[in-house]
């Protein structure tokens, strides 16, 4: 059994600055992705840091890494650290996303500018 979310992701998607863990668990995504649904947002964001440190590296899929911000991103909408890294993700993987990462970058703004930031 995995102890952490990225423990987890590690064993199933394999990491690309570290080996992958032996692991006697039986993968399948599906099971990944509930509890990945359920994480709180230290450990979704710890997670993204280490199997994707540099953003543009890592071996989770779009559809994971994607996921992952949202499901942070509705934990902590109000975190512009967050919607800008979410925007850059969403702006890495083709011109599908980039009015969604747009509207990220303006929140950020907003709510840096709402603060005095």
Request: proline share 6%; glycine share 6%.
């Amino acid at each position: 059994m995995h102890s952490t979310l990225t423990e987890h992701a590690r064993c199933l998607y394999g990491d690309e600055y570290r080996p992958t863990p032996e692991c006697a668990a039986r993968h399948a995504e599906h099971h990944f992705v509930e509890e990945l649904t359920f994480a709180g947002a230290d450990e979704i964001v710890a997670m993204l840091r280490a199997l994707s440190p540099h953003l543009v590296d890592g071996h989770l899929p779009v559809w994971i890494r994607n996921l992952a911000y949202r499901l942070v991103l509705l934990q902590r909408p109000d975190d512009p650290v967050l919607l800008r890294e979410a925007a850059e993700s969403l702006w890495l993987h083709g011109p599908d996303w980039d009015g969604i990462a747009t509207e990220l970058k303006e929140r950020a703004a907003a709510l840096e500018e709402a603060g005095g930031a």
